[in-house]
């Protein structure tokens, strides 16, 4: 931490205190009087070295030194060189630190980077780096964001605002910046509104028909559609993860680019244990393989089972059966509107989907509940009813008995 000690504070330059042999002091003119500028802030930072800034005025420096002062009294000093460095090398620095992420995560970080963000502020120093012109950039994204001059849609350009405020925030921990001009960026004002996609809920009818329609990967439909499991999480299952009707999800495979499919945790990096339904469970135990590492759901070349592959097959299932505007993840949705329907609470369903919270379930579910609430009430009615019947008959027994 700085302090203003004997070693802070201003300095005429111009002139400078002799001593008389006799003993008094006297002021004459240095030897760069008119050369350079007269008045010289010192102080000490925080390293315990001595750091300089001159300026042509008194008030001005006198200024600057009272800015210090109350930087320093707020901790909110940062010294002049370090925030002098380039967005962009202080964002590659943050970029080391993010190795341990799942492979998907740091490519994705990786491609926000030098498609969005680096292009824009790579060579910027960070005390450039303020509010006004860091709203203006995030405003023009949706007209001329990309590479290619298109506009980046809302959730990319959330994405690209989320990762600069990641990058803030290590420069402001490392004391590169005294905030974070990110945070000063309002949801409601300063980024897109994303349009929420409409979800689609099959029936049961509908998704038996999909299944049979998906052919070769009519198992793997039911389990995705009736067990609730991420394509990723899916296609790594291998035949050890399989139990008497339960499922283990362990791990998840995903492509990642320019490394191909790759092997990593579940989102919640726990491993959780998700029940078949019996008719499902039927298909799936037939066709499960007998060497326990084999995968369960393999691509027809052998190794995991990429998406395109299976999607090939999945888009014309949909089309045959005349199903609209549904992609393989959203058969989780089906998974947890077919659940609330069999009685199944927010509990099980987080549990069942594998989300971090329940919260988050009853945030992206929560509406298929009040499907239910009519039948509460009418639960809850009957239970007053009945109640209220019990009392009355209770009360004629005690007066029958006192009579």
């Not at 002799?18 to 008045?39: F, H, I, L, N």
């Not at 030098?114 to 292009?119: A, F, G, I, S, Y």
């Amino acid at each position: 931490m700085i302090t203003r000690n004997e070693r802070a504070g201003i300095d005429d330059r111009w002139h400078k205190r002799v001593k008389d042999p006799d003993g008094t002091m006297r002021t004459e003119r240095s030897a760069v009087y008119g050369k350079v500028s007269r008045w010289r802030v010192r102080w000490v930072d925080a390293t315990g070295a001595e750091r300089t800034k001159s300026f042509q005025r008194k008030p001005d420096a006198q200024a600057y030194l009272n800015g210090l002062t109350a930087d320093v009294q707020r901790g909110e000093y940062v010294d002049p060189r370090k925030s002098a460095e380039t967005f962009g090398t202080v964002a590659e620095q943050w970029f080391t630190t993010k190795q341990h992420r799942k492979p998907k995560t740091v490519a994705g970080y990786r491609s926000l980077l030098d498609t969005v963000v680096l292009p824009k502020w790579e060579d910027v120093p960070l005390k450039r780096l303020d509010y006004e012109s860091y709203s203006t950039w995030l405003g023009a994204l949706s007209v001329d964001g990309g590479q290619r001059g298109a506009g980046l849609s809302a959730s990319r350009i959330t994405q690209a605002h989320q990762l600069v405020g990641a990058v803030l925030k290590y420069a402001q921990r490392t004391g590169k910046v005294a905030k974070n001009v990110a945070l000063e960026i309002k949801r409601d004002e300063d980024l897109p509104e994303q349009a929420e996609r409409e979800r689609r809920y099959l029936s049961h009818a509908e998704l038996l028909m999909l299944a049979k329609a998906a052919d070769r990967f009519e198992t793997l439909t039911l389990v995705l559609g009736y067990c609730g499991l991420r394509f990723g999480e899916a296609v790594a299952l291998r035949r050890r993860h399989v139990g008497d009707r339960v499922l283990t999800v362990r791990s998840s495979a995903t492509a990642v680019t320019g490394k191909g499919i790759v092997e990593s945790t579940t989102k919640t990096k726990r491993d959780r244990h998700v029940p078949v339904p019996e008719p499902v469970w039927k298909r799936l135990h037939a066709e499960l393989p007998t060497d326990p590492n084999a995968l369960v759901f393999p691509s027809r070349k052998g190794g995991f089972l990429p998406l395109g592959e299976y999607r090939w097959a999945f888009d014309n299932a949909c089309a045959e059966v005349g199903i609209e505007g549904l992609v393989p993840h959203g058969l989780r949705h089906t998974t947890a509107s077919l659940a609330i329907s069999a009685g199944a609470n927010v509990k099980v369903v987080q549990r069942l989907l594998g989300h971090a919270t329940a919260a988050m379930t009853l945030d992206r579910y929560g509406h298929l509940l009040n499907d239910d609430l009519s039948g509460v009430a009418d639960a809850l009615g009957k239970a007053i009813d009945s109640t209220a019947v019990s009392l009355r008959y209770s009360g004629r027994q005690k007066k029958a008995e006192t009579a």
